[in-house]
């Protein structure tokens, strides 16, 4: 038995301030959407976008029905959830199950890129929904650090998820796996 989900990001995003690296990523998406033969709901939800600079968690968790619906009509049993980030947003999704783990995830596939993918992708690379998880993950990083520094390690107060990554995976494993989740939860 086999279970794949969907995912998109948090509610609420407020409305973006710059958006033009965001509308390249908009055209993009929606050229892609288009040649891989998206519904006609996904490309109006995209055109949307476009015209508004951001994308709604309602526009998400819609996409996300829209996949559940299709994932059933192919004979998939599906539902909708909203998952939670660690950053603590909510995140429409769409999970499916229902027979042989590689049909499930090759129905669940083209039903996502049919339905969600691109309306998904989009609502977690909006800018001010990356901005929020940004300062997040700030706050788990120094978090992190201050882990690290318990076990006796010193990190410099401006050191990068990489170098902190490095520091966690070199500590015996009951110390990494706490300072790993630090922060999270």
Not at 98 to 113: N, Y
């Amino acid at each position: 038995m086999a279970v794949v989900a969907g995912c998109t990001a948090s509610d609420p995003a407020p409305p973006t301030t710059s958006a033009d690296p965001y509308s390249a990523q908009v055209e993009q998406a929606i050229a892609e959407a288009q040649s891989a033969q998206a519904s006609d709901a996904q490309i109006a939800t995209l055109q949307t976008i476009a015209a508004t600079g951001l994308v709604t968690y309602e526009q998400a968790k819609d996409a996300a029905m829209r996949g559940v619906e299709c994932a059933q009509n192919v004979g998939l049993d599906s539902t909708y959830a909203d998952y939670e980030s660690p950053a603590g947003f909510a995140i429409p999704a769409f999970y499916a199950d229902g027979g042989d783990e590689p049909e499930i995830a090759s129905a669940w596939e083209a039903c996502d890129l049919q339905e969600a993918f691109w309306v998904n992708k989009l609502y977690q690379l909006q800018p001010d929904f990356q901005h929020l998880h940004d300062a997040f993950d700030a706050i788990r990083l120094q978090e992190r650090i201050d882990c690290l520094e318990q076990f006796g390690i010193t990190v410099p107060s401006d050191a990068t998820w990489d170098e902190v990554a490095t520091e966690i995976a070199s500590l015996p494993t009951d110390q990494s796996l706490t300072c790993r989740t630090a922060g999270v939860g």
